[in-house]
């Protein structure tokens, strides 16, 4: 799995962290894990703007933090299909 950091420009903190998982795009979601987000396809596959890669450590230091502006409850409307992956940190 490889990781992003999602930080906007001028942003002294980081708002996600996002994961390509063998072609699933994935955002991580505290209290849910690493869903499936579709549209942060954007940030890992096409280089848009915000989005850096990191290493694991790196990633799961940041969703330890609880990194994240995403709620579960907003997670579970606008998620993708494939299963969230449970992130132990």
């Known amino acids: 799995m490889q990781f992003w950091k999602l930080q906007d420009r001028g942003d002294a903190l980081p708002y996600g962290v996002a994961a390509d998982d063998d072609g699933t795009p994935r955002l991580f ?3 849910r894990g ?4 579709p549209s942060v396809a954007s940030y890992l596959y096409e280089g848009e703007i915000g989005g850096q ?3 694991e450590a ?4 940041l969703m330890k933090a609880g990194i994240g502006k995403i709620t579960p409850e907003y997670a579970d409307v606008h998620k993708g299909s494939a299963p969230t992956v449970e992130v132990k940190v």
């Open 34 to 37: 690493l869903v499936h987000w």
């Open 53 to 55: 890669r990191i290493t």
């Open 29 to 31: 979601v505290p209290g």
């Open 58 to 61: 790196d990633a799961k230091r």
